[in-house]
């Protein structure tokens, strides 16, 4: 099992770096910087600390292949959303559109989703309130700040993606 480190920049904790067997890149964070996982709430715009397994791999089929992994994947689909709503019993899960409750599009214009990795941040068990999505996804250009995530160059993404494994974990640290 290989655990790779998130550690955040000291002088701007938006920012950090991915790093462990054969790789060592940069990473954008929450826009409000990283949050002890139990103080974290939904919508914080804060990047849990904490130790995550890797749970599965989704990928644009319109944008990208299949990405070389071991991780299990499937293709994205329009109909494909996240859940967001505290109140709703698919809290932290995906979910089919159209779908009431307040959910987050997994088919997005831009392409930050284009490849993304599901973290098990709050999902065994799911704790309404605790935060939902957070994702190891494709960084804006100039690494901006992301909602909670972490973000990386999607050649990156792809790199990881050869290098994770079953098994693996990511560890966010605090500072």
């Known amino acids: 099992m290989t655990l790779w480190t998130v550690t955040p920049d000291k002088d701007d904790s938006r920012r950090g770096r991915l790093t462990g067997p054969l790789i060592d890149v940069p990473c954008a964070l929450g826009k409000h910087g990283i949050i002890a996982e139990a103080d974290g709430r939904e919508g914080d715009g804060k990047t849990p600390a904490g130790t995550y397994p890797l749970r599965r791999v989704l990928f644009r089929p319109d944008r990208e292949e299949a990405p070389i992994t071991e991780l299990p994947s499937e293709p994205l689909s329009p109909e494909l959303g996240w859940c967001d709503d505290v109140a709703s019993p698919h809290y932290n899960r995906m ?81």
């Open 95 to 175: 979910v089919r559109l159209p779908f009431g409750p307040s959910h987050e599009k997994m088919w997005r214009d831009d392409h930050l989703y284009d490849l993304v990795l599901v973290l098990g941040h709050n999902d065994d068990p799911v704790v309404a309130g605790l935060g939902s999505a957070i994702f190891l996804h494709v960084a804006r250009e100039g690494y901006t700040p992301t909602l909670g995530c972490v973000a990386l160059k999607a050649d990156d993404v792809r790199r990881f993606l050869r290098l994770a494994k079953p098994g693996d974990g990511i560890r966010i640290e605090l500072d």
